[in-house]
């Protein structure tokens, strides 16, 4: 996989993690669904909304966007083409509408480019854990037991994070475990206590989602 710059994924709205995946799920025109995003990269599965106050910041980029354009429009509008108020007010006013849908994508955009990091190897990693899982690894699911039994990947056996030093047993010393949870951050935390106590034959799946392409 080729390493993408950062440019090239602000301009086309990719993943900010793999470069790869889109951020929205249609164009902007013409249906105007402004806030239309997918969950999850379609690409490397990374939540885009990692947590629901997440979008914030990015109402914050927002107001300082379109407050610069709304300044230079009113600088254009008085400044430089000093029309009368009323045509310039409306023009102010054409700009503000139809930048709204425009700088609600760009803000969103560039704050979760702000919000999570890139990592040009990562469906090289993800490719390489499918590879281990058709050679006979066995997953192992770190989440909550409701969040499993709702949805897993088929076979995968579940031990939820916090049950999983009093659980230590029903590991298997011989077998090859894939850790995975949710978004990735509970198997990290598994993998540091299985390292602990000395289970070493094991890798960091991240998110589940990402086990079948
Ligand atoms: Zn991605």
């Avoid at 090239?8 to 402004?34: A, H, I, M």
């Avoid at 947590?51 to 990015?58: D, I, M, N, S």
């Avoid at 400044?79 to 009368?84: A, H």
């Avoid at 978004?183 to 598994?190: C, D, E, L, V």
């Amino acid at each position: 996989m080729p390493q993408r710059s950062i440019w090239y994924s602000l301009f086309y709205q990719k993943c900010p993690r793999c470069r790869e995946g889109d951020l929205w799920r249609s164009s902007l025109l013409p249906r105007f669904r402004v806030y239309d995003m997918y969950e999850t990269c379609p690409s490397c599965k990374v939540y885009y909304e990692s947590e629901p106050q997440v979008w914030y910041g990015a109402m914050i980029v927002a107001y300082i966007v379109s407050s610069f354009f709304l300044l230079l429009t009113a600088y254009i509008a008085f400044g430089i083409l000093d029309l009368p108020s009323a045509q310039g007010y409306a023009l102010i006013l054409f700009v503000a509408v139809l930048g709204f849908m425009l700088n609600a994508r760009l803000s969103r955009t560039l704050w979760i480019h702000y919000m999570i990091a890139y990592q040009p190897d990562i469906l090289a990693q993800q490719a390489a854990i499918r590879q281990r899982l058709a050679a006979g690894a066995q997953v192992l699911d770190v989440r909550p037991r409701k969040e499993f039994e709702s949805e897993r990947y088929e076979g995968s056996i579940n031990i939820p994070l916090y049950e999983l030093t009093d659980r230590l047993s029903e590991l298997s010393p011989d077998q090859h475990y894939i850790v995975v949870s949710k978004t990735g951050n509970r198997a990290t935390q598994a993998i540091d206590i299985l390292h602990q106590h000395q289970y070493t034959n094991i890798s960091n799946g991240g998110t589940w989602l990402a086990l079948s392409e």
